[in-house]
């Protein structure tokens, strides 16, 4: 071989052996900076007094109280449960009446949902009052006297910690040292006002969230399919946008289409029933769910409903044998009725690693928008920003807690205002 060609080899594999060694040596550096961030992060929270509790509202009263198990008497009727049986007459004495029958139990009155609008207010003030640490420890960074190199790194650290995601925490550290009133600017309040401006822009201040049952012209019944992997609250979050739907004035119905997870239809017949919302289910489990979907379409019909909800199995075994369960559901209910949403339920708590199912799930079957259930003002807020620039689509709808009516259309204001209070 040529010495040339010898020198030349030489040289590539010296390049290939520095590329890797400085990759190895920058990731190293990364995760070195990360945990540092978090260590602060953790220390800032560990200094934050907790929330006050706040006072509950009279509608989460009233479902607390319905909610409480009501011991049974299991005397029979006329019988004194507090007392023990009195002894034998030792004579004869006269037969007691025949007591008088019970009388047929009142069927159960619906529940009356809590209004959109104080939903929000709610929702709200849990973001506000929860202890944050997020915006702590952004605000700790920018209100330094001179930002060094390593303080810009530490800007970006804290936003991958709450999920913001690579890519949107990289636009906003650049957008933040190009502005020149950061460096300048050492008032909180001010540094706060520039950075909840440009979080809103990430999370889209203008963006129509609007679910399409919502929209001018659409069609009724209005059909929505509830996708994700079982786990995130899908079938809990159908039963809460019911609630919503009857809050609103809208008729439903829901279609209980997870026919493999045992208990599914239960679930979701329970949620209708609290307020009057007929579930369209089959009398077996494993049953073919397009087949329930189908009937749910035309029952919907039929009724003329304003929705009809339909919610589907979780599995997650492979891409082609989702995409094929999905499909066949969306093509059979389209036999009665054209599907106008497919809304997919992220487990907000999961952070970048519910990301690859939620992309499965939209490659899978078009989302038009997404339920972040478990969402709060934690650390993690930040997914809002990385799922929406992933998927591309909105989040229409957020839910705070595990009350019935803690379900809500997503509000941007007012959740950048929680991440930063």
Partial sequence: MEPNSILAVVAVVIVVAALIVGGYLMDRSRKRRIARAEERIKADAASVPPAATPEPTPAESATASESEPKSESKHEPGEDAGSAPAPAAESAAPAPAEPAPAPAPAPAKAETPESVGSRLTRLKAKLAKSANPFGKALFAILTKDHLTEADWEDVEDTLLLADVGAEAAEQ?????????????EKDPAAVREMLRGKLLDLVGRDTDRRLNVNKPGAAKPSVIMMVGVNGTGKTTTAGKLARLFVADGK?????????????AADQLETWGARVDVPVVRSDKDGADPASVAFDAAARAKEADADVLIIDTAGRLQNKANLMDELGKIRRVTEKNLPVDEVLLVLDA?????GMAQAKVFAEAIGITGIVLSKLDGSARGGIVISVQKELGVPVKLVGLGEGPDDLAPFDPEGFVDGILA
Wanted: no cysteine; net charge negative; charged share 25%.
């Fill in 251 to 263: 008729s439903v119905v829901l279609g209980a289409a997870d026919t493999f997870r045992a208990a």
């Fill in 349 to 353: 708590t999961t952070g970048q690693n």
């Fill in 172 to 184: 906003l550290v650049d957008e933040l040292r190009s502005d020149a009133r950061v460096t300048g």
